[in-house]
């Protein structure tokens, strides 16, 4: 788990604990929030207006991992009789942001978490979501379904990875149109899990998998323009990275460091 904070100008900061739990740490007091579906591996980020909303996680699985009691047709849980979890592949599940004096309780502080009214158009298990210019989030990538990174050597099926990788990308909120194949995910296949996406001041974002690193588009994807040899990205959580503010004294340039298993760094600076 993680956490979310959301401050407004007038009132302190207020922690929304990622996903089940909202947490105040003035008072040191928790509220348990519920949701519907497994968010289990889910990515997520921010809207415009102060929301939080996350993509995608497992299926209904029970214990120990295995399929629900319920069951869809291909054999993965639907529904859990004992976790009570439904199948959150293809869920989108949104949170507002709430004050520490408001009902902790209310359907308005809680998380909206209805797969039947709002949900992705792939199944998506670790995959990416980055924000763009106009608000609007690039869900990218990911696997069918949870348990799975393709780690299978040779790649005989780059694209779908025997069904089990979902290399495309939509939008939330969702455009007309099926998700389109992302072919640096292709290329990457394999290890392109969780890819490392960062919006740039072009307009275009940097996304990085395996030992690749590309520029996007969003509509017209470009050529991978250089590998990063000595890194081997396979999950988010292989290493840490972030996007630097643009700052006016540096021409607006964006810069995201890199760092892989705290013995390697390295960075990429774009316009």
């Not at 089940?20 to 519920?34: F, I, L, S, W």
């Amino acid at each position: 788990m993680g956490f979310i904070m959301v401050r407004r100008l007038d009132a302190p900061p207020i922690f929304f604990f990622f996903l089940k739990e909202h947490r105040d740490p003035a008072t040191r007091q928790a509220v348990v929030m519920d949701i519907k579906t497994n968010s289990f591996c889910s990515s997520g980020m921010h809207l415009p207006n102060g929301s939080f909303v996350t993509f995608g996680g497992n299926d209904g699985v029970g214990p120990t991992g295995v399929a629900g009691s319920q069951k869809n047709p291909d054999g993965t849980g639907a529904w859990d009789s004992v976790y009570q979890d439904f199948d959150g592949r293809k869920s989108i599940r949104i949170v507002n942001p709430c004050n520490p004096g408001d009902d902790l309780t209310s359907a308005q502080c809680g998380w909206f978490d209805e797969p039947t009214l709002l949900s992705m158009k792939a199944r998506r298990w670790y995959s990416a979501a980055e924000p763009t210019g106009d608000g609007t989030i690039v869900i990218m990538g990911g696997f069918v379904n949870g348990g799975f990174i393709n780690r299978q050597w040779p790649v005989t099926d780059p694209i779908a990875s025997n069904g089990q990788a979902e290399n495309t990308y939509e939008y939330f909120p969702a455009k007309d149109g099926d998700p389109q194949l992302v072919q640096f995910l292709i290329k990457t296949s394999g290890l392109s899990a969780y890819a490392h996406t960062y919006l740039m001041p072009s307009g275009k974002m940097l996304v990085q998998a395996n030992v690749s690193t590309s520029e996007f588009c969003l509509l017209v994807e470009s050529l991978n323009f250089f590998d990063v040899h000595f890194v081997l990205s396979a999950l988010g959580s292989c290493g840490q990275r972030r996007n630097t503010p643009a700052r006016h004294a540096q021409a607006y340039c964006s810069r995201v460091p890199c760092l892989w298993r705290c013995s390697h760094a390295s960075s990429y600076t774009g316009q």
